[in-house]
C-alpha cells in the first residue's frame, strides 16, 4: 500500500529521533524502505520547512531532525556586529553577480551600512526592528519606519529600510516571519500603506508584503533584496 507525503515525513522523522543522532541519506533511505533519489527529495522539502536539518561532510549529506525555533526578537544596538556579519555575506554573494563592484567601493557601503543602523538601534521604535534568533544567533533582521504623513492628509504610512537574512539559514522562512511579525506591529500603529521603490527586484517585494494585506506605494527605496525564505 502506498504512503501519503505527510506518513513519508512522519516515517523520516520517527527514524532520526529513534536514531538520535545524524543519519546518512542512504541510511535513512534503507529504514523508511524507499529509494536514496526519493528520500533525498523528501528531505529537501522537509529542510524547506524547517522540520530537519542538513549537514554536510565532504560529500555525504547528514540528516537531523530539526529542534530548533527561529526565535523573533527586537534588535539591540548589541546585535550590530552580527548584523554586519550577515551584511558581509550578503555583499560577497552579490560581488558574484556584480563583479565590477570595486573592494573600496564595498568597504565603503559597510561602513554606511553601520552607522545607518546604529542609528536606527538607538533610534527606531523596538517595536519595528526585530531580529531573527536560531540558537542564540542572528541570522535576519528587519528594519522599518513610520511616517505620520502620506500626501500632507496626515495618513500614517510605514515603510521597510532592511529586510536581510544570511544565505546559510534562507530554506527556514525566516524572512517572511520577520515580515509578518514587523507588518503586525505596524497595522497596530494605524499603518496600512508600505512605500518602496521599483527597482531590479521590486516585482517580488512588492508580492511579499502585497501577500502580506498591505496597500504598496512604490516611491521608497528598498535597500536589500528579498531572499528565497521570504517567499515561502
Known amino acids: 500500500m502506498s504512503r501519503s507525503r505527510s506518513q513519508v515525513e512522519d516515517s523520516i522523522l520517527a527514524e532520526l529521533r529513534k536514531a538520535a543522532k545524524e543519519l546518512h541519506t542512504e541510511e535513512l ?3 523508511v524502505h524507499l529509494t536514496r533519489h526519493t528520500v533525498s527529495k523528501y528531505l529537501q522539502v522537509m529542510n524547506a520547512k524547517g522540520t530537519v536539518r542538513l549537514r554536510r561532510l565532504g560529500n555525504a ?5 530539526s529542534t530548533t525555533d ?3 526578537r527586537p534588535l539591540q544596538i548589541e546585535d550590530l556586529s552580527q548584523m554586519i556579519d550577515i551584511e558581509k555575506v550578503l555583499q560577497r554573494q552579490w560581488r558574484e553577480e556584480m563583479p565590477n563592484r570595486s573592494e573600496r567601493a564595498l568597504k565603503s557601503e559597510l561602513k554606511v551600512f553601520q552607522k545607518t543602523m ?3 538601534l538607538q533610534h527606531t521604535d523596538p517595536q519595528l526592528r526585530l531580529g531573527a534568533e536560531l540558537e542564540g544567533t542572528l541570522v535576519g533582521y528587519i528594519i522599518g519606519e513610520i511616517r505620520l504623513w502620506e500626501f500632507g492628509v496626515g495618513v500614517e504610512v ?3 529600510n ?3 537574512v544570511d544565505p546559510n539559514h534562507q530554506q527556514r522562512g525566516i524572512g517572511r516571519q520577520l515580515g509578518e511579525a514587523i507588518l503586525d506591529n505596524m497595522k497596530d500603529k494605524g499603518v496600512q500603506r508600505i512605500r518602496t521603490l521599483p527597482d531590479s527586484y521590486s ?3 512588492i508580492a511579499f508584503f502585497r501577500s ?3 496597500q504598496i506605494i512604490p516611491m521608497l527605496p528598498m535597500e536589500k533584496r528579498l531572499d528565497a525564505s521570504g517567499k515561502d
Not at 61 to 65: A, S
Open 29 to 31: 533511505a534503507a529504514r
Open 61 to 65: 549529506k547528514l540528516w537531523q531532525e
Open 70 to 72: 527561529v526565535v523573533v
Open 118 to 120: 546604529e542609528h536606527h
Open 158 to 160: 510605514g515603510w521597510i
Open 162 to 164: 532592511v529586510l536581510a
Open 203 to 205: 516585482g517580488e517585494m
Open 212 to 214: 502580506l494585506g498591505f
